[in-house]
């Protein structure tokens, strides 16, 4: 059955939706919301058949555990057992907002969630609709982004609607979701720190508040048959049309040598400035995806921290 689509404001979101909405978390369906980063799948994160049911909808390996979404400092005595000082400054600093933690998991988060770790990844989202409806809710929330595994995450609820639209419960539509790539993902119980995804918040974004952290690890190192970050996968964030990557100086010969060989070429062209090519980054991979190229092509952006989420999502695109 096609999921219920209900368009919300972005600022200012309806309330007796959000409280339509919650109650169906309540009842153990599936939420999907917009987040600023990307739209996320959302749970109620104690209802272990809810959580697994994320898994199905999504394709996704039950290995690769999932981020919970709380909507205030107070609810993570629910979610995690010792919090280390780090991590409060970080919270501190940077919730709500697009990083999330992993810390020591609290006993009563089901295993399906932490796919049978002993950590937890948490976050508090900055987007007026998730953190209303998370503190109408009252509970947690495990969500990934809403799309299929390895597949490109959604940044519109059109996007959903044409992967998950027959899968899911319930679509709340707010537009486009202003940040565009999903949450920097910080391993804190670890010292030093390590980043196991790029994201919004940078390194040294994060190194101005707790010191220096380890970064990594490298692409290659993720296919290793236990990767720290599970969901480190090499190929992810894929459209099914091939995509390649080359350098900036490299594109136009690339091009013509391409079109030359009777192939038909997709170019992803972002903006210069991060902030706005990670805000249309998903939107514009997933509009040359549905336009029919044989072939996309992507130039490299610049080997800057400003740049890293960009590069990382970039090159696990571009793995066969
Ligand atoms: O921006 C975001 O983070 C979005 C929105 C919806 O919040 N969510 C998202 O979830 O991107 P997902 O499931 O697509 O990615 C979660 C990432 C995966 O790489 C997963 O392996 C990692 O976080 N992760 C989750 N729990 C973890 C844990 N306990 N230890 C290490 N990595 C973890
Ligand atoms: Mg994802």
């Not at 368009?7 to 599936?30: C, F, M, N, V, W």
């Not at 976050?123 to 495990?142: K, M, Q, S, Y």
């Not at 099914?240 to 997709?266: A, F, I, K, M, Y």
């Amino acid at each position: 059955m096609a999921a219920l689509v209900w368009p919300i404001d972005a600022t200012t979101p309806d309330l007796s939706r959000l409280q339509e909405a919650a109650k169906l978390l309540h009842q153990g369906k599936l939420v999907v919301f917009p987040t600023e980063t990307v739209y996320g799948l959302g749970a109620h994160a104690f209802d272990r058949q809810a959580v697994q049911r994320i898994f199905t909808v999504k394709g996704r390996p039950a290995s690769n555990p999932l981020i919970v979404h709380i909507a205030s400092p107070e609810q993570f005595d629910q979610v995690t057992s010792g919090c280390p000082p780090l991590a409060r400054r970080l919270a501190e600093q940077f919730w709500p907002g697009p990083l999330t933690l992993v810390l020591p998991k609290h006993p009563q988060i089901p295993a399906e969630v932490t796919a049978g770790g002993p950590t937890v990844a948490v976050r508090i989202p900055a987007h007026p609709v998730a953190l209303a409806l998370l503190r109408i809710a009252g509970v947690p929330v495990a969500a990934p982004s809403a799309n299929r595994s390895t597949a490109i995450s959604p940044t519109r609820a059109e996007h959903v609607m044409s992967s998950l639209g027959e899968a899911v419960d319930l679509i709340l539509d707010a537009g486009p979701c202003p940040r565009g790539v999903e949450s920097t993902v910080l391993d804190v119980t670890v010292d030093p720190p390590r980043l196991l995804r790029p994201g919004p918040i940078t390194v040294p974004m994060l190194e101005s508040v707790i010191g220096s952290i380890a970064v990594g690890p490298p692409p290659s190192a993720a296919e290793s048959p236990a990767p720290r970050s599970p969901g480190q996968m090499a190929r992810h964030y894929a459209p099914r049309t091939p995509l390649r990557l080359v350098s900036v100086e490299q594109l136009p010969q690339e091009q013509s040598r391409l079109t030359e060989q009777g192939l038909r070429c997709g170019i992803l062209e972002l903006p210069n400035d991060p902030r706005q090519a990670a805000a249309i980054l998903y939107a514009e991979l997933h509009r040359l995806d549905a336009a029919g190229y044989d072939l996309l092509l992507a130039p490299l952006p610049p080997d800057t921290w400003d740049w890293l989420a960009i590069r990382d999502r970039l090159q696990r695109a571009a793995h066969a």
